[in-house]
């Protein structure tokens, strides 16, 4: 993707998440589906607002885009932007030999899609505990929603574009379907971080055998989570945590996934199977062990909207 590609797929982004702000700050929106379509001369996305209809106040997304935080995100312009790659890309395709999964691309079953969005939401954690000034990541303090709506969109993209010029078949790579659900998921969940982590430490120390052996951690929980109920007390423990997940990518890889669990549990397939709609490779998780599962889905107490 070139800067000029990437800066009109982020401006997009931008302009889309003012109704992720609108939400953030309890207003009501407009039922809005959004999607984009080609200038008549250059490739520049534009953003075509459509079908509106005033419902009740709600701070749940209530589009087919929206439910999974904006999954219609247009990574390209248009089908001239894959055809100037191919064309680049023409001679080479002809003269090397196929790569990649052959027993993938003979059975058309594509990569999951969600090792690729656990690691970009284990990037926004590692960038949230860095508290550099200049990166904002986290919707709890001075950020505004829009720019940290913006990054986040930004650390999906960034993921695609690698995994995408990594791949020599194009079984093998994100299509555009694919890839607007990995940014939608990305910015669903860091736009609802602290929610989901509540709901996380709720449920983790809400089961007996959790803490009989030890085992928050591997849900990317600290103990201290779980049994701190002093207010005074808030601020240390965000700064242990900071350093925890800064020095253990184990710990940050677990807390990312559990993540993510909950946001596809609570958020999106919820609002998907109430409109009877689909994403491209399912809702379904299937990255977690089941006594792991079975902890995250312990009681609907608290579903993020």
Sequence with gaps: MTSTQ???????????????????????????????????DNNTPLLLLRNHQHNKQSTAFTSRSTSSCSIILRLSASDNINNSN??????????????????????????????????????????????????????????????????????????????????????????????????????????????????????????????????????????????SEDESDTEELEKKLREVIKINPLFRMNRAECLLCLFLDTVERPKLELMGEGVAGGSEVDFIDADRLEVLRTANDGEVN
């Design 86 to 227: 191919i064309d680049n890309n023409d001679e080479s395709t002809k003269t090397n030999k196929k790569k990649g999964d052959s027993i993938r691309s003979t059975t058309g079953i594509r990569p999951s899609l969600h090792p690729t969005e656990i690691n970009c939401i284990a990037e926004a954690l590692m960038l949230r505990s860095t508290q550099n000034p200049s990166i904002e990541i986290d919707v709890s303090n001075t950020s505004e929603p829009l720019q940290v709506a913006i990054t986040a969109g930004g650390i999906a993209m960034n993921a695609i574009d690698k995994r995408n010029s990594d791949k020599d078949d194009t079984s093998e790579k994100f299509t555009m379907e694919e890839s607007q659900v990995i940014s939608g998921r990305v910015v669903g969940v860091v736009m609802r971080m602290r929610e989901l982590e509540e709901l996380l430490v709720r449920r983790v120390g809400g089961v007996a055998w959790v803490k009989k052996y030890g085992e928050e951690e591997s849900f990317g929980v600290l103990k201290a989570e779980c049994s």
């Design 6 to 40: 990437r800066i009109s797929a982020l401006l997009s982004l931008a302009i889309m998440m003012w109704s992720v702000f609108t939400i953030a700050n309890g207003f009501s929106i407009p039922n809005t589906a959004i999607t984009t379509a080609k200038a008549p």
